[in-house]
């Protein structure tokens, strides 16, 4: 009996077995070969994790390689809500971190998806206390922030990114195309708590930077620009300011100034009217600047010549029912001197000689009345009426530069256009686009838009404009040593109700280049509605002359001017001692070295030579003699600031 029960189960027991065996080869058929494939593919996702490679944006940097922005790391902040077991006191740590209202973090806790951001972009001091918050469930991502190492040097040209470090101004816009990265992924595995481990072989996609975009624009030109706009704007009481400094051989821009400054690192603290590039969107009356284009007209045309005489009216003339004034009374004056004069009456009159389809072409020819095409976004073409749509006044309007408007980047590639023997170049910001090993892929090239007037009409227009800043309304651009050619404008504002203009509104504006027989720098100043003085050879043509002067001071500066930069001639130095000095740039960028330096040894050298080091210097010299220094007082070797006046013997024969 016993044995029976005993054989019964052990029957029993192997049936079991079989049983169990015959399912567990059937799940195993199920598994491995029926589904295989998606067991394995949730094996996968169970213990392995796609992650992104986030790619850099590329640099944007100036002629000379310095960076104007970059790319920096910082951490953001985000959760799965559905994770979150006390919401209400992580709201609390992360308010108390970021200074920013409980609620708000309260409210992204409570989004039903399992994906939030919480805060993006995070300084990292600011990140680095997180870390003691003891915050399990919140998780920590490394993001690409946008800085600008020069904070607003350059901000409305620049322009800036959004949250996803997307161009949205400037030429983050405009070039985006080429700065812009391309993120990749990579597998990861992670263990059972779903923290990540060693990466899976090599990325199935690489994440690609962005290419670095260089410009033509010269840092150190920019942040004097910048400055001396800064200080006119305080010193006449002004509501704006804009300056460009440019090649007039290529149409580089070294060079695109406005203030009220703007600084990209700190987009949402700054007015959004200072986020607006003036010199490409301001459009404007340039006033007397535009009395070029009629000089220029009548002379290429041959009827006139510039010691023709003009008869000014005496200061008053009708027009079409109204009447035109001068600010000064003149007789009879010379086409030069109308321009030296800066006489309305007598631009209207050269602009009536030209006639006025004749005047229409080269208004257009000088690339008025449309976009300069430099590339960047928000490029104002200004305004300018057809011929079969003026008024029997706005002939003698539009010669005195009222009744039309154009951007101050208009108006300066205009001058380029005389500067450069007739040519209009087409004005350009970028100068080549490099990988981030330097790879050179693209290189900007001067383009010729058209020849406006002839070499002999360019050539004798910069000499009237040389005599406007010798001894005419621009004398206070004049820097002695330097030939510049140059021209005020004056431009009463529209009042607001649009009957007439406004006296006490004006924009005084000066445009000018030099060398003026060979020209390679030329800069634009216009200041919108100065309170303190309404003239524009008091107000822009002294800002033109700080810009200037101070960029010649920089040693690597291609320009010198005559007879060792500052035209020393020695037969009037013994007489009496002669006092040259440069003016101190004020912003550290822009200088050199910290202000103090090594007096360096002149002794043994021409004067002018001496006078030249000296200058560069930035070191005061008085002269006593001619001919070889023999004496110097400081020493050399000495420690000496910029300013110090260095005394300077010299006498004939020691050579």
């Not at 706009?229 to 460009?244: I, M, N, S």
């Not at 203009?501 to 924009?507: E, N, R, T």
């Amino acid at each position: 009996m016993k044995e029976r029960v005993y054989v019964a189960k052990l029957y029993l027991v192997g049936l079991i077995i079989v049983i169990v065996w015959l399912f567990l080869t059937n799940r195993l058929i199920h598994i491995q070969l029926l589904n295989g494939k998606t067991y394995l593919r949730k094996s996968k996702r169970q213990s392995e994790q796609r992650i992104s490679l986030r790619g850099k944006r590329g640099n944007i940097l100036d002629r000379n390689g310095v960076s104007l922005a970059v790319d920096i790391s910082t951490r953001s902040l985000a959760a799965n809500p559905m994770e979150i077991e006390h919401p209400a006191k992580v709201a609390a740590c992360l308010s108390t971190l970021t200074e920013k209202p409980e609620s708000l973090f309260l409210r992204r806790l409570k989004h039903k998806g399992s994906f939030v951001w919480l805060a993006r972009k995070l300084d990292w001091k600011i990140a680095r206390r997180l870390d003691s918050l003891n915050l399990t469930e919140i998780r920590e991502i490394e993001e690409a922030k946008r800085n600008y190492p020069l904070g607003s040097v350059a901000g409305q040209l620049i322009g800036g990114t959004d949250v996803d470090n997307r161009g949205i101004e400037g030429v983050e816009f405009a070039f985006d195309k080429y700065l812009r990265s391309t993120n990749g992924w990579a597998v990861s595995g992670v263990d059972a708590w779903g923290r990540k481990l060693s990466i899976f072989g090599n990325s199935p996609k690489g994440a690609r930077d962005g290419l670095n975009v260089v410009l033509t624009i010269d840092s150190r030109y920019q942040a004097i620009a910048e400055e001396e706009l800064e200080a006119a704007v305080r010193r006449f009481d002004a509501k704006a300011a804009t300056a460009l400094i440019m090649n007039p051989k290529t149409g580089e821009v070294l060079a695109m100034a406005s203030v009220p400054s703007y600084d990209p690192n700190h987009p949402a603290s700054c007015n959004p009217g200072n986020r607006k590039n003036r010199a490409i969107r301001d459009c404007f009356e340039p006033g007397s600047i535009f009395k070029v284009v009629a000089i220029s007209a009548v002379l290429e045309e041959g009827l006139r010549n510039p010691t023709d005489l003009i008869f000014c009216e005496n200061g008053k003339m009708k027009v079409a029912g109204g009447t035109i004034h001068d600010w000064h009374s003149y007789g009879w004056l010379t086409l030069k001197d109308v321009i030296k004069h800066s006489s309305n009456i007598g631009a209207i009159k050269i602009a009536q000689a030209v006639g006025e389809k004749r005047f229409y072409h080269y208004i257009r020819a000088f690339g008025f009345g449309t976009r300069t095409g430099i590339g960047l976004p928000g490029e104002a073409k200004g305004i300018v009426h057809h011929p079969s749509s003026w008024s029997k006044r706005s002939l003698a309007t539009i010669a005195i530069g009222q009744e039309i408007s154009a951007t101050p980047l208009q108006l300066a590639t205009a001058y380029c256009a005389i500067a450069n023997g007739g040519y209009l170049m087409k004005p350009y910001v970028l100068k080549a686009i490099s990988s981030k090993d330097g790879k050179l892929i693209k290189e900007q090239s001067p383009e010729v838009v058209r020849k406006v007037v002839s070499e002999k009409t360019a050539r004798t227009v910069t000499e009237i404009l040389c005599d406007v800043v010798e001894s005419g309304t621009g004398v206070e651009a004049k820097i002695e040593g330097f030939s510049i050619a140059g021209k005020t404008g004056t431009a009463q504002k529209s009042r607001q109700n649009g009957r007439g203009y406004d006296p006490q509104k004006v924009i005084c504006s000066f445009v000018g280049f030099l060398p003026a027989e060979e020209p390679q720098l030329l800069c634009l100043v216009s200041i919108d509605e100065p309170q303190k003085n309404h003239w524009a050879g008091q107000v822009a043509a002294p800002t033109f002359k700080r810009i200037i002067s101070r960029i010649l001071s920089l040693n690597d500066c291609p320009i010198r001017g005559k007879s060792a930069t500052l035209a020393v001639r020695t037969d009037s130095l013994i007489s009496s001692p002669l006092e040259m000095q440069t003016r101190n740039q004020s912003r550290a960028y822009a200088d050199h070295g910290d202000g103090g330096h090594l007096m360096p040894r002149v002794t043994g050298m021409s004067l002018r030579e001496a006078v030249d080091l000296l200058h560069r210097q930035r070191i005061k010299v008085k002269i006593v003699g001619t001919g070889v220094v023999r004496r110097q007082i400081p020493p050399a070797g000495v420690k000496v600031k910029a300013g110090t006046v260095c005394l300077i013997e010299a006498e004939n024969g020691l050579q």
